[in-house]
């Protein structure tokens, strides 16, 4: 699918990706060991998400309760480029950016993280969640 940006070139759309995210138990710093199960299944390899660098992409992340974990934190996505996991006051970094987030009401909540058309890299990225519980997987853009 293609769109058509301001200077009227047609650009692609980002590709659409969902992670479940349902969080383990904590330890006693708050951290979880979260099962991320993403659809389509090709973007996970050895428990890290795989992206395209000459692709731009849209990955939304619904959140399963568990574990005492139900819900975003209200700076719910933190990235850092290597593999030092960023700190909780960490916002998105560039190519990351954070789109829209929800949920609530009986409607599981939900975040949508935007990946536009980065550069080779090792990514590791933090979901923060309520009462201070947080997972640190990694995003390899290469």
């Known amino acids: 699918m293609r769109k058509q940006t ?3 070139k047609d650009r692609a759309m980002p590709t659409q990706i969902t992670v479940t995210v349902t969080p383990g138990n904590p ?3 708050n951290e979880v060991a979260c099962r991320l199960h993403v659809a389509p299944p090709r973007y996970l390899v050895d428990d890290a998400i795989w992206l395209d660098p000459g692709q731009d ?3 939304r992340f619904n959140l399963t309760a568990a574990n005492g974990v139900n819900d975003w934190h209200a700076a719910p996505f933190g990235n850092q480029a290597g593999t030092a996991c960023p700190d909780a006051s960490a916002g998105p970094n560039g190519p990351f950016g954070r789109g829209p987030a929800g949920g609530g009401g009986g409607v599981p909540p939900f975040m949508t993280v935007n990946v536009r058309n980065g550069s080779r890299s090792v990514n590791s990225y933090r979901l ?3 009462d ?3 997972c640190d997987p990694i995003i390899i853009i290469g």
Do not use: P, R, W
Request: avoid cysteine; charge should be neutral; aromatic fraction near 26%.
């Open 6 to 8: 301001k200077g009227g």
């Open 57 to 59: 992409y849209d990955i």
């Open 132 to 134: 201070g519980y947080f």
């Open 27 to 29: 330890n006693s710093n």
């Open 128 to 130: 923060n969640f309520n």
